[in-house]
């Protein structure tokens, strides 16, 4: 049988060494600062785990061992995010957190030799941050086309004017990587806009505001653009090529996300089924009771079908095989399925899920963004249902749609 479920050992070895890093350094160092009344100290304890990260051999999994990575490619990036993420600060600490992860691919499939010494490596060195831009208050996220900040072009630079806002991170950024229209009538339309890299020291680009959020602040400001001068060579991609780059992005980065969030939902139901089969209530133990099996059992078939679907999606990107539909699906399911078993959690921990006493609560808000961020739940059905006729019609079958499995 060709189907083997299981990863070859070198996969399986990354997957445990990042498992015991965080076990045996990060969250016994995060307890002992808890334990010294220090529990707010953790920010300041990063610096020196991600330099044990480096030497653990755990750093930047997704990267090549040229820019100081561990090589990995997606399918063994997937198991080792579910992994990361169980720790607080996980993915940050070994380099492999949003946006800078997705960035780092971008700029390492469309970055210049230039580029890449200039951006990528600093990412990669964890000296810089960066931040990814299209989101504007003024059109709507779901439908790039209608971008408005323009760029225009003048001499050997262009100049940019505009707004954008939810750009993750942009306000400890480094360098911006903003899409703008350049060609306002390109036909077709997903040739208008162009990719930039935007240094954040650059004059006219001004953090207006922060926006805040269900999940607090800090995190997603508004940022406007004013006669922003940057270079021709800061083209990220080609020109009217930013379209084309954003959807390359988005694959990776949008499974990049689900890996992190299966590690979320399995936390959730490991919290569900530890409180149900300690809570007793009505003659019986909480998790005796056929309605929180449900729910146990619900939560747990969803979450099985969310590993199969994440790992599937990254096979197929892996094999450079289409995986639109697998990526969409994945997404789609997967922040669904977070949303769902969370959500099952907090009730089955009733007021305590509700209090901050229990991480659930943040859970839920965290969970909320995932059916928007990166492609909302409707945008990929759409783009699933396209692509589920466009195979019955061109093949006869939708086996192309689901998965091109041999079933
Ligand atoms: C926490 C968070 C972080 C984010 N980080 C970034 C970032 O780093 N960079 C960035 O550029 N953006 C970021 N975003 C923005 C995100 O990508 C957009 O919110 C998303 O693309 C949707 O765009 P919009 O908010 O403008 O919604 P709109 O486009 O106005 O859509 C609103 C709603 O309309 C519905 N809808 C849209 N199209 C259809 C359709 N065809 N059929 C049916 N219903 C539809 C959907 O329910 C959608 O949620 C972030 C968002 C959040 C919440």
């Known amino acids: 049988m060709a189907i083997d479920f299981n990863f070859p050992e070198e996969v399986e070895n990354a997957r445990l060494q990042v498992r015991r890093f965080m076990h045996e350094v990060v969250r016994p160092r995060f307890r002992e600062l808890r334990e010294q009344g220090q529990g707010g100290a953790w920010r300041g304890a990063l610096g020196e785990l991600r330099q044990q990260a480096r030497e653990w051999g755990v750093w930047l999994p997704h990267m090549p061992e040229e820019y100081g990575g561990m090589g990995l490619g997606p399918t063994a990036v997937a198991a080792v995010s579910a992994d990361a993420v169980k720790t607080r600060m996980g993915p940050y600490i070994i380099n492999c957190q949003a946006p800078d992860e997705g960035n780092m691919h971008t700029l390492l499939h469309f970055g210049t030799e230039e580029q890449k010494e200039k951006w990528l490596r600093p990412l990669c060195e964890g000296t810089m941050h960066s931040a990814f831009s299209m989101t504007e208050p003024d059109s709507a996220g779901s439908d790039p086309t209608q971008v408005k900040t323009r760029a225009v072009r003048d001499g050997d630079e262009w100049v940019i004017n505009g707004t954008k806002w939810f750009a993750s991170g942009a306000g400890r950024a480094h360098f911006i990587i903003l899409i703008a229209c350049t060609e306002p009538d390109a036909d077709p339309p ?40 940057v270079p021709h060579a800061n083209i990220l991609g080609t020109e009217g090529g930013g379209h084309l780059l954003g959807q390359v992005r988005l694959g990776p980065a949008r499974l990049a996300h689900c890996m992190r969030w299966l590690g979320q939902i399995e936390h959730a139901l490991e919290l569900m089924i530890d409180r149900a089969q300690k809570r007793y209530a009505h003659g019986s133990l909480l998790s005796e009771k056929q309605g929180i099996q449900w729910m146990i059992a619900e939560s747990n078939m969803e979450l099985y079908a969310a590993k199969l679907m994440v ?47 229990s991480p659930i609560a943040q859970m839920l808000i965290g969970a909320r963004w995932s059916r ?27 086996n192309h749609s689901t998965g091109d499995l041999p079933l």
């Open 190 to 229: 997903q040739a208008r806009n162009t990719a930039f890299i935007v240094p954040t020291d650059t004059p006219g680009f001004k953090i207006v505001r922060d926006v805040e959020t269900m999940g607090g602040g800090g995190g997603h400001p508004e940022c406007s653009y004013t006669d922003v001068r």
């Open 311 to 357: 790992l599937h999606a990254a096979y197929k990107i892996e094999q450079k095989l289409d995986f639109r539909a697998e990526v969409s699906m994945a997404k789609h399911h997967v922040a669904n399925t977070l949303w769902r078993t969370v959500d099952r959690a907090l009730q089955v921990h009733g007021a305590l899920g509700y209090s901050n006493d």
């Open 372 to 398: 928007i961020a990166d492609g909302s739940d409707e945008v990929h059905k759409m783009r699933v249902a396209e692509l589920a006729m466009r195979s019955y019609n061109e093949t006869g079958s939708v």
